[in-house]
């Protein structure tokens, strides 16, 4: 329990520490947010009008003033207002988030799904013809960037043979085929990758386990074989591929915004980079906020998976 304590309060810590990071950063951009809103056809506004709408927006307060301000906001569940057009903050995460969190679901299931399965199957029968090939395959997965695999399966899948849409997005409430249809190639795309990754490590795992001595120990037992693989091999080769899996979340969250771009997949990284360019300090801090508070849950979680996996990690 001391340890379940001591990682929950290390979060808080984290979450607190990206916070304010992120709050400092993007205030040092350069470019005032009064400006980019009043300016139009790219002449210079008007300064009165300028140091009016800081006054309104609250920006001509001392920068320690507003950082304690957004703090207490944040700890009330209070994210703010949007500079952009005075919606709550927390009203257009919660309609982008949920399609995101959706992108990474889907993409993690079908990594796991075929990375785990041909990994521990190379694992167990190293040199053989699955291991070459999956050596080659995922190498060249992990070296071609996420942006360059969704452009050539728009190329392929939709220019070519016509098999799925290009992008876009359709609400799971209109049509459930066309939202799934719509998802697959993002969802895909994000997959190879993470799965080949995936694929690497419990290979890696697998082959190391199965020369322990335990392991050989139970085969001069006689102990069946799917027994070893499923007790001694797989239970103890699964903590490292879940650490790793944890680890490659961030980039995960990070590859969405290209995935997003490409695809034209409304979710949470396309209206950070459109609150960026806004200096939309609000927007930009809580996105990255709610980024950072589920990147900090799943990794918790990992790690409580992990200590469940291997019980010596609670002692540490």
Not at 91 to 102: G, K, S, V
Not at 212 to 229: Q, S
Request: net charge neutral; with cysteine; aromatic share 6%.
């Amino acid at each position: 329990m001391a340890w379940v304590l001591r990682r929950i309060g290390a979060s808080l810590l984290l979450v607190w520490v990206v916070v304010t990071v992120v709050f400092m950063a993007i205030h040092l951009v350069p470019g005032d947010p009064a400006e980019l809103l009043l300016s139009q056809g790219g002449s210079a506004p008007d300064p009165a009008a300028v140091a009016a709408l800081r006054g309104q927006l609250g920006l001509d307060r001392p920068l320690l003033a507003q950082y304690g301000s957004d703090l207490v906001g944040l700890l009330h569940g209070d994210l703010g207002l949007s500079l952009q057009d005075q919606s709550p903050v927390a009203a257009d995460i919660a309609q982008r988030l949920p399609r995101t969190i959706e992108l990474l679901c889907a993409a993690s299931i079908l990594a796991l799904g075929f990375g785990v399965p041909l990994g521990t199957l190379a694992g167990i029968a190293p040199g053989g013809m699955l291991d070459r090939a999956g050596a080659a395959v995922s190498a060249l997965l992990l070296s071609v960037p996420v942006f360059v695999v969704g452009t050539l399966l728009v190329l392929v899948f939709a220019e070519q043979l016509g098999w799925a849409d290009a992008g876009g997005f359709v609400p799971i409430d209109r049509s459930l085929a066309g939202h799934f249809a719509h998802l697959a190639m993002p969802a895909l795309t994000i997959a190879l990758g993470l799965g080949a990754m995936l694929y690497r490590i419990t290979r890696a795992a697998v082959l190391d386990v199965a020369l322990r001595d335990y392991v050989r120990t139970a085969r001069a037992k006689g102990v069946a074989p799917r027994r070893i693989l499923w007790r001694h091999v797989l239970r103890n080769a699964l903590s490292p591929v879940v650490t790793v899996f944890g680890l490659q979340f961030g980039a995960l969250i990070g590859g969405t915004v290209l995935v997003e771009y490409v695809f034209n997949y409304p979710g949470l990284s396309g209206l950070l980079v459109d609150a960026v360019n806004a200096r939309d300090y609000p927007l930009v801090q809580g996105i990255v906020l709610v980024i950072s508070v589920l990147f900090v849950a799943i990794n918790l979680t990992l790690d409580l998976l992990y200590a469940a996996l291997d019980p010596r990690v609670r002692g540490r």
